[in-house]
């Protein structure tokens, strides 16, 4: 079935070592986005690409960065982990037009030691 | 950027009672807003979503209503069940790529 995948489902890292999350997608969707979900919250969007375009919300920190080397795959790169950004990281992707649904992987959960 | 407030932040029902769920938006261009339910563990699952061409939509026991003039929207279950216990999110989606969540409603039916 055509899906978004998300590996690892589970991740542990140590304070302040860097750490990449990875999705990947079938869906041939323009649009790709990475959330952080913390427990009891809405997702909240950090950034998302429109092709190759990238649009950074502005209150992600700078901590924060990915990449979209081509259609079907984005990164999320943390550089310097810290113990606020334990939470579950959702990648969604959606066709071009507004009125279109999004399709949510499983989800990363970052643990930090 | 748009503004999207959901209420209430938890709702118990007893089984086979209706549960309503609402949110407001503040973005008059806002023009899809699709529903989640989000169980624990879980990615959100788009159980419903109505575009702003439609005021009511309906599938089976889940029903959206939309209220363009009045910026607000809201979700229907009926004859609730158990399975029915999770997160439930809306969103709204205006020009653009993005996507605003509400601040989501943890549904519990009481068996």
């Known amino acids: 079935d055509a899906m978004v995948i998300q590996n690892p489902r589970y991740q542990v890292t140590q304070f302040g070592k860097p750490v990449t999350l990875s999705c990947s997608q079938t869906?041939?969707?323009?649009?790709m986005y990475w959330y952080q979900q913390k427990s009891s919250q809405a997702p909240k969007l950090l950034f998302h690409y429109y092709d190759k375009d990238f649009n950074n919300e502005a209150d992600t920190p700078d901590n924060f960065q990915s990449r979209r080397p081509n259609t079907s795959f984005c990164f999320l790169d943390i550089r310097s982990p810290g113990l606020g950004d334990a939470a579950m990281y959702l990648c969604?992707?959606?066709?071009?037009?507004?009125?279109?649904?999004?399709?949510f992987g499983d989800g990363t959960r970052l643990s930090i030691l | 950027g748009e503004n999207v407030e959901q209420h209430p932040s938890t709702l118990s029902v007893q089984e086979g009672d209706s549960a309503v769920i609402k949110c407001t938006y503040s973005?008059?261009?806002?023009?899809?807003f699709p529903w989640y339910k989000q169980e624990l563990g879980k990615r959100p699952q788009l159980i419903i979503d109505i575009r702003s061409n439609v005021g009511e939509k309906k599938d089976q026991r889940i029903a959206v209503t939309l209220n363009k003039t009045a910026k607000h929207f809201s979700l229907h279950i009926t004859e609730t069940q158990p399975e029915d216990s999770a997160v439930y999110f809306c969103a709204a989606n205006s020009a653009g790529n993005q996507f605003y969540f509400g601040t989501g409603t943890s549904l519990t039916v009481i068996p």
């Open positions: 973005d008059s261009a806002s023009n899809y």
């Open positions: 869906l041939n969707h323009n649009v």
């Open positions: 969604a992707t959606s066709l071009i037009a507004s009125n279109q649904p999004q399709h």
